[in-house]
């Protein structure tokens, strides 16, 4: 496009006013209304002059201060309205009521309906004293005048409490999209440390009972699972500490995010607890950090199952790419020996957790027991490679 297309079809972002601004502007048009009724405006009663500067005085000065007190200048100034036009000193339908009426439904909607019906009376009750006191004008012509007027008022009441009840609905839309992102953040959370948790304890556990039962007779083997003990330990407690720092509200450095580029690192992690693993991993250098992340722990949640779950045996794991389609499949051999696999009350939520990582990419996730024996994980995530269109 030609810069200067590209200036024109430009549009400047519009700063909205503030308080004291609009505050400013109230106080002009106030101004603006005085001055129209007191001059430009013909008057078609006797009344004293300064009795007529008074009645115009609280009909249009109020409207300087409708922001800062919404329901006492609505007050007033449908007071002052109605009063005036009954004994004839403006010929205007309550304009600067309408106005009043908008401002105080619109900002002061809860109170303002308390507030409705005693204005109202006490309007209807005014209204008939002041034609009571013997204007010049015929009764038709008074209620005429007032009619138009009290429509315009109760219209513009209408049209605040609407903008109110938007404002309100407006409010409530951000505080549950607020709510959600925290409950999502939460989520999230919950399924990092329980995919950080249940991986290392698994490893932990298993390498803790083979050492018990190696402990007295090959004391090298003994060393080697402590050393393994120890490893898993640190690893997760340095993951720990990185998922929970998403809980602070500090600025300080995060580490990257696990992703594909360390899957082999649980490979030589569930080998060092006793599984065999054949693995082919490609480099994927193409797929989406968000899609790595669900990848490693899709992996790592399949590993720890294996390991829990069937104890030392060969397990295989493939993870490739399709360009636009990321597969992973993880499928064991079963328990040496054929014994019958243990369910825990973690692998449910361990499998649902896998399941969810998965939908919200999009994906597709089948896990259940062979035929031949074993258990076999299969995902397929489709992503848009980076770089790409979404």
């Known amino acids: 496009m030609h810069p200067k297309g590209a200036v024109e079809g430009a549009r400047l972002p519009v700063r909205p006013l503030t308080h004291g601004e609009l505050v400013a502007v109230d106080i002009v048009v106030a101004g603006l209304l005085a001055t129209v009724y007191l001059t430009a405006l013909p008057r078609s009663s006797t009344l004293p002059d300064w009795l007529h500067g008074v009645l115009v005085s609280l009909i249009a000065l109020p409207v300087a201060l409708r922001r800062v007190w919404p329901m006492p200048v609505f007050a007033s100034v449908a007071f002052a309205s109605i009063v005036s036009v009954s004994l004839g000193v403006l010929p205007d339908p309550l304009l600067a009521a309408a106005l009043t009426a908008y401002t105080a439904a619109a900002i002061d909607a809860q109170r303002s309906r308390r507030s409705w019906l005693v204005i109202v009376s006490s309007s209807v009750v005014l209204t008939f004293l002041a034609v009571a006191t013997g204007s010049p004008q015929p009764w038709p012509s008074r209620f005429g005048t007032l009619l138009p007027g009290l429509a315009l008022v109760g219209a513009s009441w209408a049209a605040g409490i609407a903008v109110a009840q938007r404002r309100a609905y407006a409010v409530w839309r951000a505080a549950d999209r607020v709510e959600r992102a925290v409950s999502d953040e939460r989520l999230r959370i919950a399924r990092e440390v329980h995919d950080i948790v249940t991986h290392n304890l698994g490893v932990i556990a298993v390498k803790a009972a083979v050492t018990r039962h190696l402990a007295r007779d090959q004391p090298a083997e003994t060393l080697a ?49 006793g599984l065999t693993v054949r693995s082919e991993l490609p480099e994927q250098d193409d797929v989406p950090p968000g899609v790595s992340l669900t990848a490693y722990r899709i992996v790592q949640e399949a590993l720890t199952n294996v390991i829990k779950h069937a104890g030392p045996t060969r397990c295989s794991l493939t993870v490739r790419s399709t360009g636009s389609e990321l597969l ?63």
Do not use: C, W
């Open 225 to 273: 699972s402590l050393a393994v003990i120890e490893q898993v330990s640190r690893e997760a407690l340095a993951e720990m500490r990185q998922a929970l720092r998403l809980l602070r509200d500090s600025d300080e450095p995060r580490g990257p995010a696990p992703g594909l580029p360390d899957v082999p690192t649980l490979v030589r992690r569930a080998e060092k607890a």
């Open 328 to 390: 992973v499949e993880v499928a064991d051999d079963g328990p040496v020996g054929g014994r019958p696999i243990r369910p825990s009350a973690a692998e449910g939520f361990g499998l649902a957790g896998m399941r969810e990582r998965v939908e919200m990419h999009n994906g597709d996730m089948t896990a259940g027991p062979l035929a031949a024996g074993g258990f076999q994980v299969d995902v397929k995530i489709p992503y848009a490679p980076m770089g790409g269109r979404q």
